[in-house]
């Protein structure tokens, strides 16, 4: 099946500073969704932004969405050590809603 | 609470066994699904379910069996035809519809085969 494509794999950096992953996918999308899994748990939605939108915050959470470029960015700020997970992005595309999963970035706030 | 629940957290299976996983949501959602982890991986789609009496097949169904007599319930069968079982099995449901919606996942299963 396609997946989306994320980046960076896995990313590590000191709390306080920002985290910034990358989704971009194939097709033209419905929406996109943005998980998070910490490790050997289910997953906990974090947001949706649909495919009118440009931009979307919820908390320390900001998303973005360039439909031209068929890319999406997940940007923490302030990172805490808690923020410490799997990331993972989902896009809904087409009338039969199929669902595209990426691949996931981990990410390590270090304390 | 509302919520999803699977059990059991911990599943360890002799090769050629069948095994059952449980899914149950009090939700009200339409929709759910069956999804596979391998370590490090993403989720790969194993059998979805629109509606009840109703599921299709995803990405990777052979080897999984599934049903789905009543909305809150979809339990997974790994039959022996499953050919490397061990792996991180996750549920979820959403409300359902022609554009995907916020998806709200169990705690997942963890299969073993010893």
């Known amino acids: 099946s396609q997946q989306g494509e994320e980046d960076p794999q896995a990313l590590s950096i000191q709390e306080g500073e920002n985290a910034t992953m990358n989704c971009s996918y194939k097709?033209?999308?419905?929406?996109l969704q943005w998980y998070r899994q910490n490790s050997g748990r289910g997953l906990v939605h974090l947001i949706l932004?649909?495919?009118n939108e440009r931009e979307k915050h919820s908390g320390r959470l900001r998303v973005t969405l360039d439909t031209s470029k068929k890319s999406s960015s997940l940007l923490i700020t302030a990172s805490r050590a808690a923020d410490t997970a799997s990331y993972f992005c989902?896009?809904?595309?087409?009338?039969?809603?199929?669902?595209?999963w990426g691949l996931g970035t981990s990410l390590a706030v270090n304390p | 609470d509302g919520g999803i629940t699977q059990s059991p957290k911990y599943l360890f299976r002799k090769e050629g066994q069948n095994v059952t996983l449980s899914c149950e949501q009090n939700?009200?959602?339409?929709?759910m699904y069956w999804y596979r982890q391998d370590p490090g991986q993403g989720l790969r789609l194993i059998y979805y379910?629109?509606?009840?009496?109703?599921?299709q097949k995803g990405d990777i169904a052979e080897g999984y069996s599934v049903s789905r007599e009543k909305k809150e319930s979809f339990p997974l069968t790994v039959t022996s035809a499953q050919k490397n079982p061990t792996a991180f099995y996750l549920c979820?449901?959403?409300?359902?519809?022609?554009?995907?919606?916020?998806?709200?996942f169990g705690q997942g299963t963890r299969l073993t085969v010893v």
């Open positions: 979820a449901s959403s409300i359902g519809g022609q554009v995907a919606t916020e998806a709200f």
């Open positions: 939700l009200n959602h339409d929709a």
């Open positions: 379910s629109q509606i009840v009496n109703d599921f």
């Open positions: 097709t033209s999308i419905n929406n």
């Open positions: 932004i649909r495919s």
């Open positions: 989902l896009c809904s595309a087409g009338n039969n809603r199929k669902l595209i």
